[in-house]
């Protein structure tokens, strides 16, 4: 008779395997989770940056007043904060309101629950608005946060260009 031999784990190897596997686990979960808001403050202050790149362009290129405003309801400007949805319009009428022949180019969605956001200078209004030639009238600051992540601060400089910079403040 030929000697067989039987291939396979034996209940110990496995149950070994399957409790290294569970420690690693337990020490890369935390990693993934500040991964993920990492990604998500990013993703948000990026979109602002893009909305007001684009409302600049639109303004030069169609020689007339664009406003990006918050909105909850993705119909009217409302003075809530940028953590809400946007809208970016050609503003032909009153400054700020979405009246008689303005025409809305973009809505934006909100970027999700846990962001937070804080406005001073120009963008404390909750709403900019870049002339024909692409400026502003003033300098405004808007701070992203997320719980346990650092401080994505969006400047506005009078030439109209919005620059994203991280800071050492924890939200």
Request: aromatic letters at 4%.
């Amino acid at each position: 008779m030929a000697n067989r031999r039987i291939q396979g784990f034996t209940l110990f190897e496995l149950m070994l395997t399957l409790g290294l596997a569970a420690v690693l686990m337990g020490l890369a979960a935390p990693s993934i989770s500040d991964f993920i808001r990492s990604s998500r403050i990013s993703g948000a202050s990026r979109e602002l940056v893009v909305d007001f790149a684009l409302a600049r362009d639109e303004a030069v290129m169609r020689a007339a007043r664009v406003t990006v405003c918050t909105s909850t309801d993705m119909t009217t400007c409302t003075n809530q904060s940028w953590e809400h949805g946007r809208l970016i319009f050609v503003d032909g009428g009153v400054v700020g309101t979405i009246d008689g022949a303005d025409e809305v180019l973009v809505r934006t969605e909100p970027p999700g629950a846990g962001i937070t956001t804080g406005s001073t200078g120009i963008a404390a209004p909750n709403m900019v608005s870049f002339g024909i030639n692409g400026r502003l009238t003033g300098t405004g600051v808007i701070e992203v946060c997320i719980e346990g992540q650092r401080q994505r601060q969006i400047s506005l400089s009078r030439s109209g260009q919005a620059m994203l910079n991280r800071t050492d403040t924890a939200c």
